[in-house]
């Protein structure tokens, strides 16, 4: 029965903590480093509107069927999946879904690592005044100082992977949650502040007309730059809407049991549909107000929307070199844009470790260690990406392993745990266990929550799939 059963991990102090820490996990790089870059690579308005499509019919109703399954479950994404199969009598093979979660994580924080070692590095370039007075040429300079160095990509790399360990280890409730209330509500004020300097000082309009414009012919069109910086080139394909789809998941930390684990140790009498809610708006939030803070600057500098993942690095130390107070707002917003990545990072191995100490009897310390070192052996494919390893005599499908790891994890990975996730709480749950944990009742909210689950989130799911891979 779940209300008897109790997670051998804790459980959150309450039910705005349990918010602040999946706020905390969904607002991370997805919603500052990748949201724009992407957007930029696949037209702008167009994709942002897809996005946003995607963030309410499937973001939404899988994030709440994470949260129940995992609140119902009360264990790591692994033993949660088998406490149900055997609650429901379900085909065994269900339980594949917690492994599905655990490997995909894995792989995740092994790139993730490496991007949030660019912020940590961005830190002491903006705390040195290395931004002051620069101009798109010298900051594009510096950044590419950095990914031609592997040796101090790998030094940041291991920094951010041992910040991560550290707190895996002393257990979620120990400093993450006092850290996390503290520090969100400084990301988003500084992004705020960043918006306005956007649009006094940037090309506030276009970047507006940009993000918001939506120009469907240019949702089938993908773009990349062609060597540092250079023109883009752009070809018509149904990849967008895949990327917008995977993004969805990504931004939201679904598909792999992140928010799963952190349901499980959410107090029982919280409402799960208000918390989702909250959660997904402050993250939507997040994303469109880097937007709009970065594609101005873009603009206004004549730099390249579709300039890939370094957009960020290569276009906010303009705005902080040339604003009052820059080197100190600088160094606050890499700061900051650490510890949202640090937060996120956390909840991408703590499935893994939850599961080592249920079933393994390891203790967290260990459990945190093993899993953050084969992250980070993982992640020295992704440091060399960026420049030994960056010719195409080491590319799989045309891709860097780096790319390869994003494309596989947020594009097929995460959409395929998602999809089974809802296909699980819709179809395999009982109306009276979904009906049970959600404690709706039986009103509208829980008949359109239902309706979603079972028939519009998987099929959207898999018609973005087949259409991305050219069948329709
Ligand atoms: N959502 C985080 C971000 O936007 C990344 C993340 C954390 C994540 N946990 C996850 C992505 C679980 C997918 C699954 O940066």
């Known amino acids: 029965m779940p209300d008897t059963r109790g ?9 705005f903590v349990f918010i602040l820490a999946a706020v905390g996990s969904a607002v991370g790089l997805g919603n500052i480093w990748k949201f724009p870059y992407i957007t930029g690579e696949n037209g702008g308005g167009a994709f942002v509107l897809v996005y946003l499509v995607c963030i309410a019919l499937i973001g939404v109703p899988i994030m709440m069927a994470e949260i129940l399954i995992g609140r119902r479950g009360r264990q790591s994404p692994i033993n949660t999946m088998r406490v149900l199969v055997a609650d429901e009598q379900a085909n065994p093979a269900w339980r594949w879904l917690g492994w599905l979660g ?37 900051v594009s300079t510096l950044f590419g100082a950095l990914l031609g160095s592997p040796e101090s990509m790998l ?9 991560t360990m550290v707190v895996v280890a002393r257990g979620v409730r120990g400093g993450l949650e006092k850290a996390v209330t503290l520090l969100m509500p400084a990301l988003f004020v500084l992004l705020v502040l960043l918006v306005f300097y956007a649009m006094y000082q940037g090309a506030f309009a276009r970047g507006v007309e940009f993000l918001f414009n939506a120009d469907f012919s240019k949702v089938f069109q993908h773009c990349e730059s062609l060597e540092s910086g250079g023109p883009a080139s752009c070809r018509f394909t149904g990849e967008p809407l895949l990327i917008a789809l995977g993004h969805a998941f990504f931004t939201l930390s679904l598909g792999m049991g992140a928010i799963m684990v ?4 959410m107090p029982g009498n919280a409402s799960i549909a208000r918390a989702t809610l909250i959660i997904v708006a402050a993250d939507t939030v997040a994303a469109l107000l ?9 603009f206004a500098n004549g730099l390249e929307p579709a300039a890939g993942p370094g957009l960020i690095f290569q276009t906010l130390p303009i705005a902080f070199g040339s604003m009052p107070g820059g080197r100190l707002f600088g160094t606050l917003f ?35 260690i093993a899993v953050g070192v084969l992250a980070w052996v993982l992640g020295i494919g992704s440091v060399l990406s960026f420049n030994l390893w960056s010719g195409e005599s080491f590319q799989l499908f045309g891709k860097t392993w780096f790319d390869l790891m994003d494309y596989l994890t947020a594009n097929i990975l995460l959409p395929l745990g998602g999809l089974f996730i809802a296909l699980f709480a ?4 009982s109306r009276a266990a979904s009906r049970g944990e959600l404690r709706m009742g039986d009103r509208r909210g829980y008949r359109t929550w239902r309706f ?13 799939f087949l259409n991305a891979i050219g069948l329709i």
């Open 262 to 265: 952190y349901g499980s140790y």
């Open 334 to 368: 890499f700061v900051l844009l650490t510890f949202a990545a640090w937060t996120s990072a956390i909840s991408l191995i703590e499935p893994a470790v939850a599961w080592l100490v249920e079933n393994r009897g390891i203790a967290r310390v260990p459990a945190a």
């Open 426 to 429: 819709g179809w395999v749950m």
């Open 155 to 163: 030094a940041w790399h291991t920094i951010f992977m041992v910040m």
């Open 102 to 138: 655990v490997v995909t994580g894995f792989l995740i924080l092994s790139y993730y690592s490496v991007i949030a070692g660019w912020a940590l590095a961005y830190v002491f370039r903006a705390g040195a005044g290395l931004f002051t007075g620069a101009d798109a040429d010298s």
């Open 452 to 464: 979603l689950v079972r028939y519009v989130s998987p099929w959207l799911v898999v018609i973005v």
């Open 7 to 15: 997670s051998i991990h804790g459980q959150w102090s309450s039910r």
């Open 290 to 298: 880097a937007g709009l803070a970065i594609f101005p600057i873009v």
